[in-house]
C-alpha cells in the first residue's frame, strides 16, 4: 500500500458562522466553547471532521449537535490555516455560513443547547481566529448581496420595506436615507404589495411586500445603489 509517510500530518475542522434576522436587527449565534483551551469562551459552533466523513457532513452534524438546527443550507466559505491558530495542534479549519430568517428556526433552537442569538453590533470576542472568520463572512455576503437577492433569504415570506432597510443597515453597518432607499427598493419592481398591514409599531401600519420570485433571477438590480457611496463600509 502507497503512503505518504514524509508529509505532515494535522486536523480538519469545521466551523460554522450562523447569521440571522428577526425583523429588527441582524444577529449571529454563539455558543460557550465546552472544552479547554478557551474553555467557556464565546465561539462559533465547531468541531473535527470524523473519520469516513465528508466536509460538509460534518458541517451539517456539527451545526445540529450543538445548536439542534437542522435543514439550514450551508456554503463553504474559507480555509483558515494560519500554524498557530490553534495552540493545541495544528489543525486547518473550513468556515461555513447560513443566513436564516431566525423566527423560522426558533422552535428547533431550545435551551438545551445553550447556543444565545447576539446582534452583530453587540458580539462578544471569540476564539482564536473566529472573529477573523466572522469578519470575512461578512465581506463575503456584502460583495455577493450587491449582485444577487442574498439578503432575502433571512427575511419572512411577507415582509415590510423597514424590515428590509433594517437589514441592510445591519449588513453593511451605515444609516441609509429612508426616502430614498424606500424609492430605489420599490423602482427596482422586485417586490408584490400586499393588502395586509404590520401594525405592531404604529396605528398606521407598514404595508406587508413579497418578493416576485419570477423576476428577480433575471431582472435583479446592482444593490450597491442603495448604499450611499460616501458611506464607509466597516
Known amino acids: 500500500m502507497t503512503g505518504y509517510t514524509e508529509q505532515y500530518k494535522m486536523l480538519i475542522a469545521v466551523d460554522c458562522i450562523i447569521f440571522g434576522f428577526d425583523g429588527e436587527l441582524l444577529k449571529i ?20 471532521v470524523k473519520e469516513g466523513e465528508g466536509i460538509d457532513d460534518a458541517a451539517q452534524h456539527i451545526l445540529t449537535s450543538l445548536t439542534g438546527l437542522s435543514g439550514v443550507y450551508l456554503e463553504q466559505l474559507h480555509a483558515f490555516g494560519s500554524p498557530d491558530r490553534d495552540p493545541v495542534e495544528r489543525t486547518v479549519s473550513i468556515a461555513y455560513f447560513a443566513l436564516i430568517d431566525i423566527n423560522k428556526y426558533e422552535k428547533q ?18 476564539i482564536f481566529d473566529h472573529d477573523k472568520m466572522v469578519e470575512t463572512a461578512k465581506t463575503y455576503i456584502r460583495n455577493k448581496a450587491a449582485h444577487n437577492p442574498l439578503l432575502f433569504e433571512l427575511l419572512p415570506k411577507k415582509f415590510t420595506i423597514p424590515q428590509v432597510q433594517n437589514l441592510y443597515e445591519g449588513i453593511y453597518n451605515i444609516q441609509i436615507d429612508n426616502r430614498n432607499f424606500i424609492r430605489k427598493l420599490t423602482a427596482a419592481g422586485l417586490l408584490i404589495k400586499l393588502a395586509e398591514k404590520d401594525k405592531s409599531n404604529s396605528k398606521k401600519g407598514a404595508f406587508y411586500f413579497k418578493l416576485d420570485r419570477k423576476k428577480y433571477k433575471t431582472n435583479f438590480p446592482n444593490l450597491l445603489s442603495f448604499i450611499p457611496k460616501t458611506s464607509k463600509i466597516k
Open 109 to 126: 433552537l431550545n435551551e438545551q443547547f445553550h447556543a444565545e442569538w447576539f446582534p452583530i453590533k453587540e458580539k462578544p470576542a471569540l
Open 29 to 48: 449565534l454563539l455558543i460557550k466553547r465546552g472544552f479547554e483551551p478557551e474553555k467557556d469562551k464565546w465561539s462559533l459552533m465547531g468541531g473535527f
